[in-house]
């Protein structure tokens, strides 16, 4: 009987160890994480799965016969597609523009409002208040503000005495990606803003008031005070942003009508325009691992961001 219970005590041990770990030991953390990587799975998982299955066969709406074999032929066109390689040349200047329009105007917001006492309140909630406006809304207003015969810039330009005709702001090829640029800044700036103007509270007085007393201009004191101090901060809104800039969609398309093709709005005009489902899924995946670099950057910005605060 005595045998029977010291061969059961390993068993109750082994309940009791794999027990404690689920409770209190790391096992806890994989167990609260499993149903929502579960839910990831099959709402994320399942859609890119099939959009690389897709990829490799021929679905096109208008030519049904294609379908049902695995090939590379869409791959091979997108290597030798010039339009879907201008798409991804827009998508990174329109990137690139919406990045420097963010980050110009925010840290400049940002500094603006650091040190006002008077309504600050009011005057951070009008610089938060355009990220509140959903992009289809910001689109719509825009799109009537560039009107080129009742737009309100139309009609403060026919002022100037050089200026004798409308311009058209969405339709000529020359000026229609700045124009949705300052659209996209307009409505994003303000996460800038937020990231600056609470990394701007971080930095210690201390540091301006000794290098005010050595002599420092503002701009100097902005250019080696300020900018060290909010390099990380700096350089992850700068990838935000470029995910932002990259998967934006409602502003172009909308102002547009899909005219101007960036690597989204390609994808969708492959999609519903065109009826070819497995080039617009290629397309897809050329953009889900742009999208995917990009977020392995962020998280490789904001871990190391995070264990310099801990040194520190």
């Known amino acids: ?113 650091r040190r006002i006492v008077r309504f600050r309140g009011l005057w951070r909630s009008i610089f938060i208040l355009p990220w509140t406006m959903p992009a289809i809304v910001a689109a719509m207003v825009w799109g009537v503000m560039y009107d080129s015969n009742f737009g309100i810039l139309n009609q403060l330009l026919r002022m100037l005495p050089f200026v004798d005709a409308n311009v058209e702001w969405l339709l000529n090829k020359s000026i229609v990606l700045p124009a949705l640029i300052v659209v996209q800044v307009w409505n994003e700036f303000p996460v800038a803003y937020i990231f600056f103007l609470a990394a701007l509270h971080a930095i210690p007085e201390e540091l301006y008031e000794a290098a005010s007393v050595d002599g420092a201009s503002p701009f100097q004191q902005f250019l080696f005070v300020t900018l060290p101090q909010i390099k990380y901060v700096l350089a992850v809104i700068v990838v935000l942003l470029l995910i932002f800039g990259f998967r934006a969609f409602p502003v172009i398309y909308l102002l547009t009508g899909g005219r101007t093709e960036t690597l989204t709005v390609a994808t969708f005009n492959a999609a519903f325009r065109a009826y070819d489902f497995s080039y617009a899924a290629t397309l897809g995946v050329l953009a889900m691992f742009v999208s995917l670099a990009l977020v392995l950057i962020y998280l490789h910005l904001t871990l190391r961001r995070g264990k310099a605060d801990a040194a520190s």
């Open 1 to 113: 009987m005595a045998d029977l219970k010291i061969a059961g005590a390993p068993k109750r041990s082994l309940l009791a160890s794999v027990r404690e770990n689920l409770t209190d030991g790391p096992g806890f953390l994989w167990l609260m994480m499993t149903p929502p990587l579960l839910l990831l799975a099959l709402v994320v998982g399942l859609p890119v799965a099939k959009a690389v299955m897709l990829s490799f066969d021929r679905v096109v709406l208008t030519r049904p016969k294609l379908a049902g074999d695995f090939t590379f032929h869409n791959y091979i066109r997108l290597f030798t597609d010039i339009d879907a390689w201008l798409a991804v040349l827009r998508s990174c200047l329109y990137m690139s523009g919406t990045v420097f329009g963010s980050i110009v105007l925010g840290l400049a917001a940002a500094l603006l409002t």
